[in-house]
């Protein structure tokens, strides 16, 4: 849907000065409220890990303007508000606040929770621009600790699933709507709990609440001082600017390829293929992204939601981008976007989600890049470890627990210019890892190692990046969750490069007499690989050791 004015502004040149006021204007409303969302939250989630994303929404639900925050979240959240919108279009009146994190309604995986706010005009008749902030909570109920079970096959058992949630109606919290929402519901399933920390997560939603309202106040000031007519008129230049910096790209890329139809296809490490055929019509400067030939739906989590699609494509047109602009929905305008039904890009109701929002996100990026050929793979990762406890007991009763989680970097993939930076977080993800102080002191762990895996990146003229090493000792028995990829599969070099390694996850277990380990080490402890994607309850002294994939190479060692 776009604006009536539309047609309007497209006669008119926008000014140079305007256009860059504007958009550093409506990205300063979106900084402030992250920097409002961080200081007031309590989680270290949000606090110090940073996995949230603030944005700024136009009356039809496009993305205007946002900080740089998590990629992955930006393109999806959209899709979320214009869900939203369809939901509730003659209902919601100033004061109200929705909530929602279904990846069937715009979102990502489950822990991931959007906080949607309408912005009404002085009068309180008109909505002039969505707020919107998504974070990810530690835990959201499920069947384990962390809300990111690495053998999940179903969506329940991710946690609570919320479609739309008016979590505050005309200024009243509901929070008896909210505790039903996270605790009764999930609960209700085999094998599940309600979220085992309701009030770190109420603390957090209300902080994500009070940052929307900050961005209202600052849309406010905008209106205030150029008028709504100006400020909606730039919000269509923005956009259109963004357009029209994409359709060059896609004109510029046919040169330097030298054809007009480009491919790819990488593979997760289940071997489901990610296939891309891209057809560019260069008088247009438009483009056809055609995942055909994507592996059908899997029976694990590494299900994307559709709105994951379109994020991974609209970061990897982002990235290539030469010019300094907002990433906003401008930049889907010229492609089109073909998404095979029943695959695993496009899965059913009931899929299990987690894993396709933050791994295969990344190998769909890697593929579009590959395609483009702009650079090697990166790690293809985020190493997603989980630990904590409470929840349903044996017996069926629920004991109050907590949960952790964090994202692990690797290598980054070189390209025809530069070489691939060393432990980063790559591509769809942008958070930071646990501070090691910080993690040591809010919970039952003991960080061993933490530096770069060295000889991880690919060798080639542009070396790839480095993966990570980070070991862990739990000081109390817990459970312990990893789901990662590229345990199987390299991620890959262009142009003569050489691949980099692979991750590995191992478990040194402390051998003990009452688990029947009576042979006698020096160590005395057993490494035990356990995959990608493995849940192990860990005794005390346990220890996890992660080691991440580095980047692939671009280019043939230099002889």
Known sequence: MSSPNDAVYRNRRPDPILLTLFANRFMSVAEAMGRSLQQTSISTNIKERLDFSCALFAPDGDLVANAPFIPIHLGAMSFAVKHQMRLHSNDLKDGDVLMVNSPHAGGSHLPDI?????????????????????GHHADIGGILPGSMPPTSVNLFQEGAEIVSFKI???????????????????????????????????????????????????????????????????????????????RNLLRDVTKRIGSNVLSAVDYLDDGSPICLKVEIDEKEGSAILDFAGTGCEVRGNLNAPISVVHSAVIYS?????????????????????????????????????????????????????????????????????????????????????????????????????????????????????????????????????????????GIGKWRGGEGVVREIEFLEPMQVSILSERRARQPYGMEGGGPAAMGRNTWIKKLREEDGDTEESESNTREINIGGKATVWMGKGDKLLIETPGGGAWGAPDQ
């Open 114 to 134: 959007t906080i949607i706010t309408p912005v009404f005009d002085r009068s309180g008749k008109d909505i002039i621009f969505f707020t919107a902030s998504r």
């Open 168 to 246: 505050v109606d005309g200024g009243i919290f509901d929070k008896h709507g909210l505790y039903d929402y996270m605790i009764e519901k999930p609960s209700q399933y085999p094998g599940c709990s309600g979220c085992r920390n309701i009030r770190d997560v109420e603390s957090d939603l209300k902080a994500q609440i009070a940052a929307n309202y900050k961005g209202i106040q600052l849309i406010h000031a905008i209106v205030d001082d150029y008028g709504l007519e100006t400020v909606q008129e730039y919000m269509y230049h923005i956009r259109a600017n963004a357009e029209m910096s994409v």
């Open 317 to 457: 047109m982002r990235a290539m981008l030469d010019t300094d602009i907002p990433l906003n929905a401008g930049c889907l305008v010229p492609l089109q976007v073909k998404i095979p039904p029943k695959s695993l890009l496009s899965p059913s109701r009931t899929a299990a989600v987690c894993g396709g929002n933050v791994l295969t996100s990344q190998r769909i990026v890697d593929v579009v890049l590959k395609a483009f050929h702009a650079a090697a793979a990166s790690q293809g990762c985020t190493n997603n470890l989980t630990f904590g406890a409470g929840g349903k007991d044996k017996d069926g009763n629920v004991v109050a627990g907590w949960g952790y989680y964090e994202t692990i970097a690797g290598g980054s993939g070189a390209g025809p210019t530069w070489h691939g930076t060393d432990g980063v977080h790559t591509h769809i993800t942008n958070t930071r890892i646990g501070d090691v102080e910080i993690l040591e002191r809010r919970y039952p762990v003991m960080i061993h190692r933490f530096g770069l895996r060295q000889g991880s990146g």
